[in-house]
């Protein structure tokens, strides 16, 4: 997709690289709506999201041609991930306590 100096290089679920030339410093306001757990790269270099209008996503660009990823993470996905693993560790735990103390009770 291409549209007045925009390039979508990729589009999936929770990526989106794109290529940009800006004439001048300028705001590129997208469709994609804010919500914490976006991260933004402009050339590789991480770069704070401005909200616009507390909706959308918009990228500060200075004037040239610049290189664009926005990638999503879901909040608490890093907290939810570490109890999964504690539990799944307690759960083997008593798995292998329960078969032990049955090998010792016969």
Request: charged share 15%; net charge neutral; aromatic share 10%.
């Amino acid at each position: 997709v291409q549209d007045q100096g925009v390039t979508i290089k990729s589009a999936e679920d929770g990526y989106i690289s794109a290529s940009v030339t800006a004439q001048k410093d300028q705001l590129l306001l997208t469709t994609i709506p804010y919500e914490k757990g976006w991260t933004l790269l402009v050339d590789g270099v991480k770069t704070g999201i401005v909200p616009y209008q507390d909706a959308f996503i918009s990228v500060p660009l200075t004037a040239g041609s610049h290189t664009i990823t926005l990638t999503f993470t879901p909040p608490g996905m890093w907290a939810g991930a570490a109890v999964t693993g504690v539990s799944l560790l307690v759960f083997a735990g008593a798995i292998i306590f329960t078969c032990t103390y049955r090998r010792k009770s016969e």
